[in-house]
Each structure stands twice: as structure tokens, then as C-alpha cells.
């Protein structure tokens, strides 16, 4: 069986436009997404899922802001607004998303010791979420990877499932990035064609 997945990462209302943690033109991937699904018999998706008590959220951390990088429990962490709080309107995925083609989804971050932005591993790679072992026991061999952010969850995604044994392939059409700085999205793009992803297409 040499079975393809698409992987749909943390499509969720605080990665949009108005969110907490806001991915410009983070919604104008969402049709392009709900129109790739339709070529895929496996669909998963994974969510940012964190608790209130995050230790990536600032506000968490006397006097941190979002933007600044401490050390949490030995790993380098930046500091994040407050998203993606379980049960919150903000982790929810996004409404103009066609979420019924998802057979399964992978929730992460849901350690507030630690963050997860791969859909596999957190970022200690201390425990797995379950999302490789899932697509090696379905048969699954390629992988495509979309969503938000492509700096962030999507890229270290698209290396985990690279590094799992699946051959990874990312449109571009299918992300968005944060920017912290202006080149990150660029940066992410070489970081994970470095690495043996397929990075496919232009910017639609
Ligand atoms: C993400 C930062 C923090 C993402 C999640 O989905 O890319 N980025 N949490
Ligand atoms: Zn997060």
C-alpha cells in the first residue's frame, strides 16, 4: 500500500486575522485547503490545544512579553499572547473550514511544561502526540503538509514527518507565516527544502 495523508495544522481562529495570535492572510489559505482535502481519501488535522496555565503564554511569566525568549524547564521558549486555550472560541478551528474530511485530530501543547509546535512530537520530543504512529499503521508513506503558521507548527511538522520516514511535501499556496521577522517565511522555506520537504508552487 503506498498510501498519500494530507495533514491540515492548527487551522484555528486565533492563527486568523483577529486572533491572538493573528497570521496575516492566515484565512485566504482556507479555500485552497478545503479544496485539497477533496483530493485525499486520509485527512488529519491537528490543533493547538493549550492549557490556561501555558508555560508559553507571557502572561504567565512576571514581567515577560510576547516576543521575548526565556528558558522553560531547559528548552529556549518565545513568549506567546495567550492562545488556543482549550474550550476557548480562539482554538476553535476556523468556521470557513471544511473540517468534516478530517478523520482524526491531533491536539498538542496540551502540556503546560512544555510546547509542541510539530504535529509528532513536543518541541523536547519527549512525548508523541500519536499523528506518525497513526499514518505509519494506516500505510501512509507521503505526506502534504498546509496550514499555520509556516514558521512555526508547519514547518516543524513538515521535519518531524520527514525525520518519522515520510516523504513531505508543502504548497505553498497552503501556508501562511508569523514574521516575527520579515524573512521568516523565506527562512522556513529553505530550512525545510534543506531538509528533503517538497516545497511545491508559487504564492497562487
Ligand atoms: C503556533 C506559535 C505558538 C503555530 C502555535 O501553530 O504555528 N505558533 N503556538
Ligand atoms: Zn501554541
Known sequence: MNREALIVVDIQNDFLPGGA?????????????????????????????????????????????????????????????VHCVQGSKGAEFASALNTSKFKKVFQKGTDATIDSYSGLFDNGKRKS?????????????????????ADYCV????????????EVVLPKAGTMAVNLQPDDFEKALKEME???????????
Open 194 to 204: 534543506r531538509a528533503g520537504v517538497e516545497v511545491r508552487g508559487g504564492k497562487k
Open 129 to 149: 502526540t500519536g499523528l506518525g504512529e497513526y499514518l505509519k499503521a494506516e500505510g501512509v508513506e507521503k505526506v502534504t503538509v498546509v496550514g499555520l503558521a
Open 155 to 166: 514547518k516543524f511538522t513538515a521535519l518531524d514527518a520527514k525525520e518519522f520516514g515520510f
Open 21 to 81: 495570535l493573528a497570521v496575516n492572510q492566515g484565512d485566504e489559505i482556507v479555500p485552497f485547503v478545503n479544496e485539497l482535502m477533496d483530493s485525499f481519501d486520509l485527512v488529519v488535522a491537528t490543533q493547538d490545544w493549550h492549557p490556561a496555565n501555558h508555560g508559553s503564554f507571557a502572561a504567565n511569566h512576571h514581567g515577560k512579553k510576547p516576543g521575548e525568549v526565556i528558558d522553560l524547564n531547559g528548552l529556549p521558549q518565545i513568549m506567546w499572547p
